[in-house]
Structure formats: structure tokens, C-alpha cells
């Protein structure tokens, strides 16, 4: 089945480790996204990347970073440097003709201590 | 940023009520598009439709209907009959230019929580 994988499901760090949430997906598309949502605030958008090797910042990337050496991979790494890291993370990809209809995974809920 | 509003933070109903959903959005723009996605408890957010500016019809899905007035601005989503599995946050969103690149994507509204009571 074509999708897009995130995991773990649930993730606890202690404050001041980094962390790296995973972000898999086979269909094929060639832009990523890693949004966060925090209760009550909807979806903020910390990194996309439009093609391999490349991407860009998106309105909240202080404290995360990103890399993008496959296709098929986006992972996001939490930094000791996010002032608030405890949220849930979404991973989305689109298609390159099609860009703005994302496709979701199941997310990842960090809870640092 | 042009922003996309959704006034009702949580909305209660019983079962079998008609309930909408108020999405306003902000544009500057001639073409744009405008979705609607739910986000069950389970936390994955599934794509529930598109709209493009061009179309004014107001589109039908089974017990769902979503009304377009670009007069006002609104892309409002009703639910008929509402039943206890339609329980999710609802979020509208419209197609954006990200700052960072430039690069086509979304723009969210802070989301519905929609509660149907049996």
C-alpha cells in the first residue's frame, strides 16, 4: 500500500537530547513537508523540501533541522536548542504537479521532560 | 500571510443534528484553492475536498455538503445527520506561497473540534 510512515507513534526524550522523528513515504512524491501542531493552534509549518537535497524554512524552523538525501525520506531532528519541543509532528508529501494537495501521516506526539 | 479563520473552536451537538463548520479565508488572488481536511482522534489528517475559485458550485458528498460564497469569502462544511463517528477536529485551509522558497503549499486554520454527543 502506497503511504506515507511515521514512527514511532510516541516518543519521550528528556530535555536537552536531541531527538529524530523518522518520515517514509513510497508514493512517489517529490516535495515533503514536517508540520507541528500544538492544541489549539492548528498546523505550523517548520521545514518543506521540494526536491531531493534541497529545502527551506518554513514560518517556526528555530530549533529543528532537517535533511533530505532520499526521495522517499524527510526526517526532522528535534534540537536542545526548541524552546518547547512537546507536540505533535506531521509529515506530509504532494506530488510535483500538484503540490498543495498533501498527503498526511499518522504523526508522531513527542513529549519531552 | 493570508490567513484562514475558523471562529469555532469546538462545537457540541447530539446525534442526528445538521451541524456546520465556518471557514473564512483571506486572498489576494484571482485562482486559489481552498480544502477541507478531519483529523480523527487517531491524529492522521485525511483530505476530505478541494475547491477551486473558478467553481462556485456548492458540492455534495453523502452527508456532507460544503458551501462556497467568494462574495463573502466563506467555505463553510455542513454535516447532515450527524452520527458519533463524524467526532474529529475539522481544519480548512487554502493553497499559499511559503516565504521561506516561494514554493506552493498550504496555509491551515486553527481547526474545529466538532463533539457529537449520542
Known amino acids: 500500500d502506497g503511504g506515507i510512515t511515521q514512527s514511532p507513534k510516541y516518543l519521550f526524550r528528556k530535555e536537552g537530547q536531541n531527538v529524530t522523528l523518522s518520515c517514509e513515504q513510497n508514493l512517489n512524491h517529490d516535495a515533503m513537508y514536517w508540520y507541528r501542531q500544538d492544541p489549539g493552534q492548528g498546523l505550523r509549518l517548520i521545514y518543506y523540501s521540494q526536491i531531493v537535497n534541497d529545502f527551506q524554512k518554513g514560518d517556526i524552523a528555530e530549533g529543528y533541522s532537517v535533511s533530505r538525501e532520499k526521495k522517499e525520506s524527510f526526517p526532522l531532528t528535534v534540537t536542545s536548542a526548541q524552546k518547547n519541543p512537546t507536540a505533535f509532528y506531521l509529515c506530509?508529501?504532494?506530488?510535483?504537479?500538484?503540490?498543495?494537495?498533501?498527503?498526511f501521516g499518522p504523526g508522531t506526539r513527542l513529549t519531552v521532560t | 500571510a493570508q490567513k484562514v479563520t475558523q471562529a469555532q473552536t469546538e462545537i457540541s451537538v447530539v446525534e442526528k443534528e445538521d451541524v456546520t463548520l465556518d471557514c473564512v479565508y483571506e486572498t489576494r488572488d484571482t485562482t486559489y484553492y481552498l480544502f477541507w481536511y478531519k483529523q480523527p482522534p487517531s491524529g492522521e489528517l485525511v483530505f476530505l475536498i478541494r475547491r477551486n475559485s473558478f467553481d462556485e458550485q456548492n458540492e455534495i458528498s453523502g452527508r456532507y455538503s460544503w458551501n462556497f460564497q467568494k462574495s463573502t469569502s466563506s467555505f463553510n462544511f455542513t454535516i447532515t445527520a450527524s452520527q458519533v463517528v463524524d467526532s474529529a477536529v475539522y481544519f480548512c485551509?487554502?493553497?499559499?506561497?511559503?516565504?521561506?522558497?516561494?514554493?506552493?503549499?498550504?496555509?491551515f486554520g486553527k481547526g474545529t473540534h466538532l463533539i457529537i454527543q449520542p
Open positions: 506530509a508529501s504532494s506530488p510535483r504537479d500538484r503540490v498543495y494537495e498533501q498527503y
Open positions: 485551509a487554502r493553497r499559499t506561497k511559503y516565504s521561506g522558497g516561494g514554493a506552493d503549499g498550504l496555509t
